[in-house]
């Protein structure tokens, strides 16, 4: 159950790539490695912030938003 659980993350994370990238497609004027490096950053964000909607416990959380905050800072440093 567990395996099942995680592919579908992963195939949700791809289907999020793949869409940004159809909308990206026209604009893309920077160099693959800083492409490549926004897209880790952005990956990494829409899973802390999923993470974040499940997680419970204060300590948890706060670490959750304090990586939110860190990779939103990274990103923005990158546009």
Do not use: F
């Amino acid at each position: 159950m567990a395996r099942g659980w995680e592919s579908k993350s992963v195939e949700s994370q791809q289907a999020d790539l793949d869409e940004r990238r159809r909308q990206n497609a026209a604009v893309i004027t920077e160099p693959p490695a800083r492409r490549q490096q926004r897209e880790s950053i952005e990956l990494a964000l829409a899973r802390a912030r999923r993470d974040l909607t499940s997680a419970t416990h204060s300590a948890h959380r706060s670490m959750l938003e304090a990586a939110i905050g860190d990779l939103q800072s990274r990103l923005q440093k990158l546009s």
